[in-house]
């Protein structure tokens, strides 16, 4: 089975923090997003990277920035941790033809 | 990719069946309707798809109308678990590897002892 593993289930930080989330596929998948969910509004794709050092904004990427160094990581990055950016974050991928989307467990930011 | 419209919420007695509707009238025909759910303080776990057969595995069954423009996701006898928020994406199956996915706010699904 294909695992999307987030490194952080739990983060607490301040505002102003510069905040990495770490996600890591373990098959090989071209394509990852991050999602951020929060009540009432579902998933929001915040970006997507379809191969390394390649990515596209979502739609609302907004105070956020991405890296792909590698293939089987992707990370998201809050350069200034604001409290508008306490969320549920959720990291997925999926391979390029195939249209099944596989997601991390997520990871619960909350900004103070 | 269409855009597909769900009830917010509803309930549905344990060992019932539990009917989940979604409408996606501006469907196109090469699109397909994928159903993921998402347990509480769990990632969405994709369910099934189909196009315009009906579809059956081991966790559910999807119902397509002839005209393609809603389908409802049957989840035969419900349990406990299956409380969650049940999405519907209705998107081309082999789209170009840089198109995006998109989550609407979904149904939430009780299932009441």
């Known amino acids: 089975d294909v695992k999307v593993t987030q490194s952080s289930r739990y983060l607490v930080k301040r505002t102003g923090e510069k905040v990495f989330l770490e996600c890591v596929q373990d098959?090989?998948?071209?394509?990852m997003f991050w999602y951020r969910q929060d009540p009432g509004l579902g998933l929001r794709l915040i970006y997507f990277s379809y191969d390394v050092k390649m990515k596209e904004k979502g739609d609302i990427p907004e105070g956020y920035s991405v890296s792909r160094e590698k293939k089987e990581r992707f990370s998201l990055i809050l350069e200034s941790a604001s409290t508008n950016q306490t969320s549920m974050y959720l990291c997925?991928?999926?391979?390029?033809?195939?249209?099944?989307?596989?997601f991390g467990a997520g990871s619960r930011l909350t900004v103070l | 990719d269409a855009k597909t419209t769900q009830p917010p919420s509803m309930d549905c007695a344990e060992g019932r069946a539990a009917n989940l509707p979604c409408n996606h009238s501006t469907i196109s025909g090469n699109e397909y309707v994928y159903w993921y759910r998402q347990i509480h303080s769990q990632g969405p776990q994709y369910i099934i798809h189909?196009?315009?057969n009906n579809e059956t595995n081991e966790m559910a069954s999807l119902i397509i109308t002839e005209d393609r423009k809603s389908s409802t996701l049957i989840l035969p006898h419900a349990t406990l678990r299956d409380t969650a928020v049940y999405y519907c994406i209705v998107r081309v199956a082999f789209g170009a590897s840089y198109d995006k996915v998109i989550f609407g706010p979904g149904t939430s699904l009780s299932v009441i002892p």
């Open positions: 189909g196009l315009k």
């Open positions: 098959m090989d998948h071209e394509n």
């Open positions: 997925a991928s999926r391979e390029t033809g195939a249209n099944v989307l596989t």
